[in-house]
């Protein structure tokens, strides 16, 4: 019985399409392929267009179900050709994608045309799964005209065996940027991070990010307790920051579903953010908040976190609310849903 329920599984065929393969991407191909056979699609940019739509049509007869992350322009055209060709539809929303922050020059949907792409396939895929709350709120007041009916969030999930604790605390301070240019730095508040530290000498801090050239020029002009280390996402030295760090900055002017936060926050790091995007939805009542921008405000939350007891508080909350075994459930069932298999589904 166990061996036919396995087959069925495998038959059915989702094409996976995102902009970037990046972890989280990786994290929900490796989810799905556990239960179905999964093919991934990566969309080049404008420039390549012609060959994804080309590649798309090509492969469109043959899969069960087309999975997007991020709502941007691969998603239109993969909706738009799922509606032709009456194959089911997922849409993962993660924030880019449906942001509209003109003082920061951030978001997809900044202009009319990007608005419509978004409002097209919000309303035409048979899913719609944002990360957080946040979101879905943003889907609302960004997009314009969304009856809403096939949203349901759908937060990241994390391996809480993975991200742990470990040995003690230092008077350490961490942020998480990836690559570094002018637009992230101000969306991620990285200036206002190196700014902080000023106020704290005695307290080291960090920037993890990848070396750019753009990250080189800050680093020369920070002050000498603010290093810029590179170190690979999901590598075991970036858990080591993560269980040495007493504290963790988010300052982000917007974020869909913080993950490296999350991550940290495992390691029971005390966590320090802003009001904005899904950053309350993952720190709750388990940290501190400072108004973005605000170095002096920064400074002080980062002492009270340096002598706060939080961490372990911090911990359990993404043990509770966002655990990976979460994303798979509800991955697995809404696949089952959309093809009529609801006796299918895992608890």
Excluded at 148 to 157: F, L, M, R
Excluded at 238 to 254: E, I, T
């Amino acid at each position: 019985m166990e061996k036919k329920l396995e087959e069925k599984r495998r038959k059915i065929k989702i094409l996976y399409i995102s902009n970037s393969y990046v972890v989280f991407v990786k994290k929900d191909i490796g989810i799905l392929r556990k239960y179905f056979e999964v093919e991934f699609l990566k969309y080049g940019g404008f420039m390549s267009i012609i060959y994804f739509i080309f590649t798309l049509l090509l492969k469109i007869r043959n899969i069960d179900v087309i999975f997007c992350r991020f709502a941007s322009t691969h998603a239109f055209f993969a909706v738009l050709f799922s509606k032709i060709f009456r194959k089911k539809s997922i849409v993962v929303v993660g924030g880019f994608d449906i942001a509209n922050i003109p003082e920061i020059n951030y978001g997809f949907a900044r202009s009319p045309l990007t608005r419509f792409l978004l409002r097209f396939t919000i309303n035409n895929a048979d899913r719609v799964l944002p990360l957080s709350e946040a979101l879905k709120k943003d889907i609302f007041n960004n997009v314009g005209r969304v009856r809403g009916g096939n949203i349901e969030v759908v937060p990241n999930g994390y391996d809480t065996k993975k991200w742990k604790p470990a040995s003690k605390k230092e008077r350490l301070v961490i942020t998480v940027c990836g690559e570094l240019n002018e637009t992230i730095c101000k969306r991620k508040g990285i200036e206002v991070f190196i700014q902080a530290a000023r106020y704290l000498p005695d307290v080291e801090f960090v920037v993890i990010d990848k070396k750019t050239k753009y990250s080189r020029k800050l680093e020369e002009n920070a002050p000498k307790n603010v290093k810029f280390v590179s170190v690979p996402t999901q590598s075991k030295e970036l858990l080591r920051y993560y269980q040495k760090a007493k504290v963790y900055c988010q300052l982000s002017r917007y974020e869909g579903h913080p993950n490296a936060l999350s991550e940290a926050m495992l390691c029971e790091c005390v966590p320090v953010g802003t009001k904005y995007g899904g950053i309350p939805e993952v720190i709750g009542d388990t940290g501190f908040y400072v108004p973005y921008g605000d170095a002096k405000a920064t400074a002080e939350a980062i002492k009270k976190a340096l002598n706060s007891d939080k961490g372990k508080e911090a911990r359990k909350r993404i043990e509770t609310l966002f655990p990976l075994e979460r994303r798979e459930t509800a991955l697995f069932n809404i696949v089952h849903e959309l093809l009529g298999d609801e006796h299918e589904k895992l608890s």
